[in-house]
């Protein structure tokens, strides 16, 4: 049974299915000033294919369903990956999104689009970061300082790091080199109440846990990773800073495999997570979650729905149903298990 039968949540499929683009994942969401949401994320024919593109969809702020997926980016004969959504302080949009240069993951550089008109049109692409084997996944958010804060990593070491602005995205320098014996990827990053940054990683160790880090100069230096005890798969994970100073984190709570989906609530600046409840507990892969509040107060959850896959050519070629849309609160979570 779906853990999320019977409650009083919305629950959407931002599509249904797509017949010539079997295959998608990692979703990313945002709110746009007009209080529309967009989602993106990648599909084609399966991960790492040459067809695979960046497809973006809209939920009007007084409408009743996603608008059809449109293409966002399409290198010619490249893949492209991992969108993440920013809006800025001027309410620019920002579409983050790396590109495949070679036949994996370690061989991609990162780039972004931006749109003035609330994701109406965009801006030619632009190359922010040409190291191959930089990757992006989860959301940069705006610290107190003013300074933007975009979490990277380095595919081909499996090291986190984080990218910062202190001119509103015009220039960016890189911090931090996060690495670990296990690997530790896909850093997402909150801050504190006293100013100090609270990172978290996956990573690639076998029995799993999630990985944190922490900085007390706005980024710019980052304590040795150490070990939670939340568990981790070797999957994505994403958290966010809610307005009632509590902290959402959504992760596979598990050691192997990527179901069930879970989120977690922490009221003491990420050293307890007394609340946790299941999105997801059916069989099957509910993964890469990415996670945001929105101006209502709602917490908005978009992950890759029901991933299935078959090998073929020596390569694992990974299909996914489609990209699924939960609005929960924080009563909700407490409500658990």
């Known amino acids: 049974m779906n853990a999320l039968e019977g409650c009083l949540l919305r629950v959407r499929e931002v599509f249904r299915e797509i017949p010539d683009r079997p295959s998608h994942h990692a979703p990313t969401i945002v709110e746009l000033r007009n209080k529309d949401l967009l989602v993106a994320w990648y599909g084609g024919s399966y991960e790492g294919a040459e067809d ?14 996603w608008t059809e997926p449109r293409v966002l980016v399409d290198t010619p004969g490249r893949p492209d990956g991992n969108p993440v959504f920013f809006v800025d302080g001027r309410g620019d949009v920002w579409s983050f999104y790396v590109t495949m240069y070679g ?21 030619s692409s632009v190359v922010l970061r040409d190291q191959i084997g930089s990757m992006i996944r989860n959301k ?15 595919e081909k070491r499996w090291c986190s790091m984080v990218m910062i602005s202190e001119d509103e995205g015009h220039t960016w320098a890189t911090y931090g080199d996060i690495c670990t014996s296990q690997g530790v990827i896909q850093p997402t990053v909150v801050q504190l109440f006293d100013g100090s940054l609270l990172m978290y990683m996956r990573t690639g160790g076998k029995g799993g846990h999630i990985w944190k880090s922490t900085s007390t100069d706005k980024g710019r230096t980052w304590s040795h990773a150490s070990l939670t005890s939340l568990r981790n798969p070797n ?22 495999g990527r179901t069930p989906l879970n989120v977690a609530l922490s009221t003491d600046e990420g050293s307890t997570w007394p609340f946790k409840r299941a999105l997801e507990t059916d069989p099957g892969e509910f993964s890469y979650p990415a996670i945001i509040q929105s101006s ?11 991933r299935g896959h078959r090998q073929f050519d020596a390569r694992l070629h990974i299909r996914g149903a489609n990209i699924k849309h939960v609005i929960i609160n924080e009563a909700w979570i407490k409500a658990g298990p």
Not at 103 to 113: A, G, I, M, N, T
Not at 235 to 256: E, K, P, Q, W
Not at 296 to 306: E, K, L, P, W
């Open 103 to 123: 036949e994996w993951w370690d061989s991609c550089k990162v780039s972004y689009r931006k749109s003035v008109d609330e994701g109406q049109s965009w801006c």
């Open 296 to 306: 209502d107060g709602n917490i908005h959850i978009v992950y890759t729905n029901r």
């Open 52 to 65: 695979v593109d960046i497809l973006y969809s809209r939920f009007p702020s007084h409408g009743e369903s």
């Open 235 to 256: 999957s994505g994970i994403d958290m966010v800073r809610l307005s009632s100073g509590n902290i959402c984190l959504a992760f596979n709570d598990t050691s192997t």
């Open 140 to 154: 940069p958010i705006t610290l107190r300082s003013g300074d933007i804060l975009l979490p990277i990593y380095d």
